[in-house]
């Protein structure tokens, strides 16, 4: 029976986990023998793409080809990418083929051929990011058995050894495109999301820019030009910006050469030089911690504090900075739990999900047989409605389901109309937590009819939202007096229609990924 694995999809880097036939998981090589493969698509020609490390090595001098960090494009319901062919490119097509490369990597070391997979996301994507991951694993050749959100992943993968045990889980999750912070519970073999929160584009990709700017004013003051006007040297200071970061997660200090337009300049770059640069990054992200904490406390109704939080996960490659791990100490107080690898937790939290979803028995470290985990998310966004304000006719957000809600939830609120004799009445679905509808996506809208004609403010209209396990968001209008009710499933904007999946299938079944 072919095995379900697990994957970590990330804007930067992705990898895939299996549990083998011992009940433990195992973190896959791909086939240069690597355990994380470059999230880089290369469009080499209209029949074949290279995908991982060689399309990331091109990323420079193909610059028109390669699209990179696709995950942070998600969210943008009309982006795509246009290659050197004038092809257009969705997000769910890129994904996919980035996925069919880890597939075929993962069908390489296991001998055999894989059919279904659990795919992690942030915590905060919304419904339309993750319609579009599970659309990417399916034009992959994939069953998609289950989305995660990448915390409770690595959550998972943390808890394998320590089942039974109890106490608040702070994952902090840096990596190199997107950040996730999140409050888990751990009740025995139960893990509950208790709040979440993120930024879509604050990562290791922003660090390495930041470098790359800093390398080109100093090329500036020596030779009093901008090397960034030719973009193949732009990508070769960014390259050796990465490369420098890296560098100095071990050394102190390290020796930067630059060329460009026939001139050199070499840069001395120190570790504190660079931790001045991205600590302005990383104060974002810890301001984002402290909220999570604020919302974890009005979650469970009781005021929490760093010594409440019993572990501390650092996941993401851009942990491995040393001033992350300095500032995460000094803020909380509390030292990161060692021995894990913050590039494969999250895939390997991924397959336990898929075993347990097959059948497939999970052993400890002791190759004893462990319970089966559950885990509870929350919604990572408020979901609402437009009003209107009887007095002011103010038109405004009214929230349903305040952010953090468990999944799955069942709630209602009561409206009623605004004009005598009001016959339709519409309900605009939104995701957002401003008052103001214009900083809120809408997700989608039902409008109830023919309700009796009756005084402005007598109608008495509920309306409930109801979110399933799969992320189906259903929403149910009833007037109570008449009994008129209208039920509807929404179609997100941006999805794929039928004729664009179909289209996006053929290329991706008929394309040549290496």
């Known amino acids: 029976m072919a095995k379900p694995i697990g994957i970590d999809l990330g804007t930067t880097f992705s990898a895939v986990a299996v549990v083998e036939e011992t009940g433990r998981p195992r973190v896959l090589p791909n086939s240069a023998g690597q355990f994380v493969t470059p999230s880089y698509v290369f469009y080499k020609g209209p029949d074949e793409v290279v995908v991982g490390q060689a399309a990331k090595a091109v990323a420079a001098a193909k610059e028109e080809s390669v699209v990179k960090y696709v995950k942070r494009h998600m969210s943008e319901p009309d982006w795509k990418f246009e290659d050197a062919q004038g092809m257009k490119h969705s997000p769910e097509e890129i994904s996919a083929l980035i996925l069919k490369k880890l597939k075929q990597d993962a069908e390489a070391a296991l001998g055999e051929k894989i059919n279904e997979a659990v795919i992690t996301v942030p915590a905060y994507f919304g419904d339309l990011e993750r319609k579009r991951t599970s659309t990417a694993g399916e034009l992959a050749g994939l069953s998609v058995l289950r989305l995660v959100n990448e915390p409770t992943a690595a959550a998972l993968a943390y808890g394998l050894e320590r089942v039974g045990g109890k106490g608040l889980v702070l994952v902090y999750d840096l990596g190199g495109g997107t950040f996730d912070v999140t409050v888990l519970a751990i009740k025995g073999a139960e893990i509950e999301v208790v ?251 039902v409008i109830i009819r023919d309700l009796p004609p009756m005084p402005q403010g007598e109608p008495s209209l509920k309306c409930t939202f109801r979110y399933d396990k799969e992320g189906k968001l259903e929403v149910l209008v009833k007037e109570q007096k008449s009994g008129r009710e209208k039920r509807g499933t929404l179609e997100i904007a941006g999805i794929l229609s039928r004729e664009e999946r179909l289209v996006a299938q053929r290329r991706v079944t008929d394309i040549t990924v290496k």
């Open 195 to 445: 709040a979440t929160d993120g930024h879509r584009t604050l990562g290791g990709v922003d660090f390495d820019v930041d470098l790359c700017h800093h390398f080109i004013s100093k090329f500036q003051e020596e030779h009093g030009l901008d090397p960034t006007t030719d973009t193949y040297v732009y990508q070769e200071f960014l390259s050796k910006a990465e490369a420098a970061k890296i560098t100095l997660s071990d050394l102190t200090e390290t020796y930067v050469a630059l060329s460009a337009a026939g001139k050199t300049t070499q840069v001395e770059l120190t570790r504190d030089a660079f931790e001045a640069l991205i600590r302005p990054r990383l104060d974002t992200t810890f301001d984002l911690t402290k909220e999570v904490l604020e919302q974890a406390s009005e979650k469970l109704g009781q005021p929490l504090t760093w010594k409440d939080i019993d572990t501390l996960l650092l996941v993401g490659g851009s942990t491995r900075i040393p001033l992350v791990r300095r500032m995460v100490q000094e803020i909380t107080g509390k030292q990161a739990q060692k021995g894990i690898n913050p590039d494969e937790i999250v895939a390997v939290g991924a397959s336990i999900v898929a075993a347990q979803e097959t059948g497939i028995q999970i052993v400890d470290k002791n190759l004893d047989p462990m319970k089966a985990f559950e885990f509870k998310d929350v919604t990572s966004h408020s979901l609402g409605t437009i009003t209107t304000d009887h007095k002011t006719r103010e038109h405004y957000n009214e929230i349903i389901v305040p952010k953090n809600t468990t999944i799955p939830f069942d709630e209602t609120k009561g409206f009623t109309t605004v004009e005598d004799d009001q016959t339709d009445v519409r309900f605009e679905v939104t995701m957002g937590e401003e008052r103001d509808p214009k900083y809120c996506q809408i997700l989608g809208e």
